[in-house]
């Protein structure tokens, strides 16, 4: 069975806990703007994910870790959308990108929808980060994502409210908010001895 066929079976499964929606509860139903993210995870004996760093001078999310991505253009879907912005953010080659399917939505406090893309990319698949949004790009190993001993539980105070986020952490670069509860709800698809 292919890596991909492995998360295809994997996608349509029972979950082992129920998904996280987005956000503060209370700005969850203020989320309208669609969006698309693609995690791209790599073929090979020891899979792993691609994820960027935002450059600092961005409007939003600056300096943060996110998986390529962006808003869904008219006409478009998140497939469509996720490769898009795959491509712009990292040259990455939509043909080479085998799309296995997709994540519940996750709504976030800054007004967004987003859909999670799945795709298997080659392992040596060349990446060129867009010079004005993203200033590096890495592979994490996806069996230390999955883990939940590496998904912790943070909190902070955002809007006069206590938030409660998880951050994952991997070779001292810190992957949190919306980006690490998308992996969480990945891990709660996958079955982590299946990867390991």
């Known amino acids: 069975m292919t890596l991909a066929d492995k998360l295809r079976t994997a996608l349509v499964s029972e979950p082992a806990a129920a998904p996280i929606e987005g956000d503060l ?32 001078h961005m409007r939003t999310h600056a300096g943060q870790i996110a998986f390529p991505g962006g808003r869904i253009d008219p006409g478009e879907s998140a497939i469509d959308a996720a490769l898009r912005e795959a491509h712009e953010e990292l040259l990455m080659d939509s043909d080479a990108v085998e799309v296995v399917g997709e994540l519940g939505m996750y709504r976030t406090v800054t007004g967004y929808i987003i859909t999670p893309v799945i795709g298997v990319i080659p392992p ?59 992996i969480v709800n990945l891990s709660r698809r996958l079955h982590r001895e299946v990867w390991s």
Do not use: C
Not at 138 to 149: E, R
């Open 25 to 56: 509860p209370g700005f969850r139903a203020q989320a309208v703007i669609p969006a698309a993210v693609l995690i791209a995870i790599t073929k090979g004996p020891e899979p792993g994910v691609i994820l960027t760093v935002r450059r600092e």
């Open 124 to 182: 040596d698949l060349p990446l060129t980060p867009h010079e004005h949004e993203v200033a590096d790009w890495f592979k994490a190993p996806l069996v230390h994502l999955l883990d939940p001993a590496n998904q912790h539980i943070r909190s902070a105070l955002l809007l006069g409210r206590q938030r409660h986020y998880y951050e994952i952490e991997w070779n001292s670069r810190k992957i949190w908010g919306a980006t690490a509860a998308m």
